[in-house]
């Protein structure tokens, strides 16, 4: 007698980056982690989350030159720093993940948007918060509410099903996280869910048109699987960045179907919101009195915005036997190859020394310029001579102690001297089309050169 068994199978999947495996494995082969598998349950012969079909697409293969182009149709979210960050407004019919670690701001941001744009038809839906405690926050928002509906709902099939109906300008998803689709066997929250949700967003967003703004939780080791599974799904990833307890936070395009990605916006946190900081150098740079050593300015560049920074170090003695090294906002395995750097091709000794690095405003910082100020941040901390406060730097360093080039070193010239910056460290072979005006250009080789031309 046959008896009706439900089949499910175990699939392994990566915590770190959402990749899928058939078999247990120690270390992804896709990211390189170690440890991050986590097995799942998966019910053979649900509704595969991959397959989503796009309207409009052609069933057959036809010649590239024949498809037509049309400026995709935007609408604008009424925040000049959000517009830009996706390229002059969100697409119509794409769907836009919002990640970020909880309490960074992401629903308050995403509530102020439809806000501040009352003529936006907007429905939002809540799975965290009630009814009640969305009006509270709309309340200390200020703006108008006429238009912004609230819709508290975890199913899915009830939110799609109130969404076709409303037919709103933009929906917000908040978040990914609490929301389920009936028909996948577990929890929300889970990776099946998760993708699940993600994907009947996508589907939903691309029949209809409709812009949609999908919330997700991340953690701080980016361990819960969240959004990184869902980075490929979506088609514009926005991550917020910053330091819980400060006011500033930075919100980054990571991913961008429809425009450039490494775009920044810079927002403080304030009683009544989100306010937009247009001119991030000014909040970046120092917030104390010149003359403290182990600090050096960064002119950096974040997709195609030039802006200062600070980078802070502190050197001091080791306590225990081994030295620490830590960086906050930093690629520690950077920091380590620079001091090694530093200890063999300039002879400073560091290997009994505890380094501590800090990108100042919870910034996480990836550009290679930074090197250079990174460098002399720790120099000037462990000889606790404070750089001049008009001096900024803006070089890669290599192995053997050569600073190198950066692009675009001219636009990152003319930014710090437009802040007030006397003085700038590149690398000898910067080349310039034409001399940044106000501003003197110090050309450095190698870091003995870099240490004679500073600590003179
Ligand atoms: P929230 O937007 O709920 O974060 P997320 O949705 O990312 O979890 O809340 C962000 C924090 O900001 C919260 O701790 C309260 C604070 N806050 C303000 O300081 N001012 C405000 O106007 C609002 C609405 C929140
Ligand atoms: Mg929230």
Not at 46 to 62: N, Q
Not at 80 to 102: H, N
Not at 257 to 271: C, D, I, K, P, Y
Request: hydrophobic share 40%; net charge neutral; charged share 20%.
């Amino acid at each position: 007698m046959a008896t009706a068994v439900k089949k499910t199978k175990s699939v392994w999947f990566c915590s770190h980056c959402g990749n899928e495996y058939s078999k247990w494995m120690g270390r992804c082969p896709a990211c390189g982690e170690w440890n991050t598998m986590v097995e799942r349950e998966v019910v053979t012969g649900s509704p595969k989350s991959g397959a989503i079909s796009v309207p409009g697409a052609s069933r057959k293969p036809m010649p590239l030159k024949d498809v037509s182009t049309t400026v995709e149709d935007r609408v604008s979210l009424g925040s000049a720093e959000v517009d830009r960050l996706l390229g002059g407004g969100i697409v119509k019919g794409s769907l836009v993940l919002m990640g970020g670690e909880p309490g960074i701001g992401k629903s308050t941001l995403s509530l102020q948007l439809p806000l501040h744009r009352p003529e936006l038809k907007t429905l939002y839906v809540t799975g965290e918060e009630s009814v009640k405690q969305v009006k509270m926050r709309a309340d200390r928002l200020g703006g108008s509410c006429d238009n912004c509906l609230i819709f508290s709902e975890t199913d899915m099939s009830a939110i799609l099903a109130e969404a076709e109906e409303v037919a709103p300008d933009l929906m917000i998803v908040d978040s990914v996280q609490t929301m389920y689709c009936q028909h996948v066997d577990s929890t929300a929250g889970s990776v099946s869910q998760i993708k699940e949700v993600a994907a009947q967003l996508l589907r939903f967003a691309k029949s209809s048109g409709i812009p949609v703004i999908l919330i997700g939780h991340i953690t701080k080791e980016g361990t819960i699987a969240g959004p990184k599974i869902l980075e490929h799904i979506v088609d514009v990833v926005l991550q917020f960045e910053g330091e819980n307890r400060g006011a500033y936070r930075v919100l980054r395009s990571i991913k961008n179907r429809f425009g450039s990605t490494s775009e920044l916006a810079v927002f403080e946190m304030t009683g009544t919101g989100l306010r937009e900081v247009a001119n991030p150098s000014e909040m970046l740079i120092p917030m104390h009195e010149a003359g403290l050593s182990g600090t050096a300015i960064s002119a950096m560049l974040d997709g195609n915005r030039p802006f200062l920074f600070e980078v802070q170090a502190l050197v001091s003695s080791a306590v225990y036997g081994t030295a620490q090294r830590s960086a906050t906002g930093f690629d520690v395995r950077r920091l380590n190859m620079l001091l090694a750097v530093l200890e063999r091709r300039a002879g400073f000794k560091l290997g009994q020394k505890d380094v501590f690095l800090n990108m100042a405003g919870g910034l996480r910082i990836t550009d290679p310029a930074c090197d250079l100020a990174v460098i002399c941040a720790v120099l000037s901390s462990t000889f606790d001579y404070a750089i001049p406060s008009d001096v900024c730097f803006a070089g890669e360093v290599g192995l053997s102690g050569e600073i190198r080039p950066v692009s675009q070193a001219a636009r990152r010239a003319v930014e710090a001297a437009r802040v007030g910056f006397k003085r700038i460290f590149v690398s000898s072979y910067t080349h310039f089309d034409q001399k940044p005006e106000g501003i003197e250009v110090v050309k450095v080789a190698d870091i003995p050169a870099l240490v004679r031309a500073l600590f003179k």
